[in-house]
T-cell receptor, first 117, second 112 residues
Framework: AQKITQTQPGMFVQEKEAVTLDCTYDTSDPSYGLFWYKQPSSGEMIFLIYQGSYDQQNATEGRYSLNFQKARKSANLVISASQLGDSAMYFCAMREPTTDSWGKLQFGAGTQVVVTP | ETGVTQTPRHLVMGMTNKKSLKCEQHLGHNAMYWYKQSAKKPLELMFVYNFKEQTENNSVPSRFSPECPNSSHLFLHLHTLQPEDSALYLC???????????FGPGTRLLVL
């Protein structure tokens, strides 16, 4: 069963504007981690931000912030002041501890972001 | 070199060829991973090595054979591949299995 859902296949955003990328997840474990990665057309997956399930505050890293709503099982990525270099595919991923696979990441299908001048 | 490097970056091979993908991490990590990314599919975990020991094999066909000689190097040996194996193969590493994974630039593989 799909554990990570990204409902937006693609988005256009104007330079300098903020954009929110949606991510919902499914787990029954109280301990898990949520990640966002950026993948430009070159292929490399670039780690952006991490949120632990027990973290009290929403994670922030520069222009990236994670809107973590635990009860709704949602972990949306907010990119503020978009730049042309932000054009890429963005993946949400979840790591949950299981007895046979501690550390396994499950990725969503991704959201393609295009930043326009 | 810094981070995670992968060679070659692009590879074209026939179905009868044997080739190897190489991954090297310069982060002092102890866990390394191979992922496959096909068009229009989520990233799929293939293999996990933790302290040089293979700890996960996600039902990967035997035509893919991983090798981890030390904590810094990971190989993926390929033989008698099929056209459907054409994909981007990504290597990643983490300090230990529960920590953040850092990825290399990937090898784009085309099987003819």
């Amino acid at each position: 069963a799909q554990k990570i859902t990204q409902t937006q296949p693609g988005m256009f955003v104007q330079e300098k504007e903020a954009v929110t990328l949606d991510c919902t997840y499914d787990t029954s474990d109280p301990s898990y981690g949520l990640f966002w990665y950026k993948q430009p057309s070159s292929g490399e997956m670039i780690f952006l931000i991490y949120q632990g399930s027990y973290d009290q505050q929403n994670a922030t890293e520069g222009r990236y912030s994670l809107n973590f709503q635990k009860a709704r099982k949602s972990a949306n990525l907010v990119i503020s002041a978009s730049q042309l270099g932000d054009s890429a595919m963005y993946f949400c991923a979840m790591r949950e501890p299981t007895t046979d696979s501690w550390g396994k990441l499950q990725f969503g299908a991704g959201t393609q972001v295009v930043v326009t001048p | 070199e810094t981070g995670v490097t992968q060679t070659p970056r692009h590879l074209v091979m026939g179905m009868t060829n044997k080739k190897s993908l190489k991954c090297e991490q310069h982060l002092g990590h102890n866990a390394m991973y191979w992922y496959k990314q096909s068009a229009k599919k989520p990233l799929e975990l293939m293999f996990v090595y933790n302290f040089k020991e293979q700890t996960e094999n996600n039902s990967v066909p035997s035509r893919f054979s991983p090798e981890c000689p030390n904590s810094s190097h990971l190989f993926l040996h390929l033989h008698t591949l099929q056209p459907e194996d054409s994909a981007l193969y990504l290597c990643a590493s983490s300090q230990v299995r529960k920590e953040t994974q850092y990825f290399g630039p990937g090898t784009r593989l085309l099987v003819l």
